[in-house]
């Protein structure tokens, strides 16, 4: 995904929104999809099952995600060993500088890297349930852009940070998040997914921010199926994500009723992309919460189709 040749795109068009797009007019979109590791055997169970459903669609990459404070460590290891080893799966890990010395997440790094695992979605991380706030471990990486300097000592891996194209809540400001952003690309990384977002323009007003600052690495969109507006709107006041206004009139009157509200967060979705496709964006990352059934309905709509592999 060329970010010059996005904006070119937009700037050409409306811009306030680009309109409804069908299916046949768009090519398929290159996809890769979040989950999340288990803490019980039927949460894995479920994740494997989520995995299996979703694995035919040959996703450029799938990530597992890192519990706050390092609390899923083992088993975030665990998943992507087995998805390397028993999946096609391309994985990537998520790694943190949470509650760990440097020493402690390099010897995590080697350890991928040992393994096989050539991507690392490299993050602050989220403090501990109860901290007060973010504190550096006292020997460890202080932030995401040192992690990825010192990724970059370890190994040749491919580097996804994260993007906000709301500004991260802690940021002092929109500059000094787009400043942060810059730095991490600048030690190394050479892919940022965004935050979620619902509306289109919040992402194509980012990426021209974005390129005015000089930054041409892919900004993946980050795509989140709605399965339950009441979560959303809590999640995002804490996250920094808008929620708009027709997003919760297309959910109002929803909450008892699961399968609409499933078929409405497929159209969705489906039309957030097509409209950002028609913009020339090319590749999106969904936040699946290991529910594939909605995710695999949402690809099928967007024209992705399982690969037959001999």
Known sequence: MNTASVLARWAAGPREGVPPISAQDLPAPQLSFEFFPPKTEALEQQLWA???????????????TYGAGGSTRERTHATVTRLLAETTLTPAA????VGASRAEVDAVARAYWEAGIRHIV??????????AGYQPHPEGYAYAADLVAGLRRIGDF??????YPE????????????????????????RAITQYFFDTDVYLRFLDRCLAAGLTVPLVPGILPVTNFAQVVKFSAMCGASVP?????????????????????????????????????DEFHFYTLNRPDLVYAIAHILGVRPVQRG
């Open 245 to 281: 206004g027709w997003l919760a009139r297309l959910f109002e009157g929803l909450d008892a009723d699961p399968e609409t509200r499933r078929m409405v967060a497929a159209v969705v979705a489906a039309e957030q992309v097509r409209r950002l496709q028609a913009a020339g964006v």
């Open 94 to 97: 998520h790694l943190t500088c």
């Open 158 to 163: 491919e580097i996804s940070v994260a993007a």
């Open 50 to 64: 989520c995995i299996r459903r979703l694995e035919p669609l040959a996703p450029r990459f799938v990530s597992v």
């Open 122 to 131: 490299a993050l602050r991380g989220d403090p501990p349930a109860g901290a």
């Open 167 to 190: 500004t991260h809540p802690a940021a002092a400001s929109p500059q000094a998040d787009l400043d942060n952003l810059k730095r991490k690309i600048d030690a190394g990384a050479t």
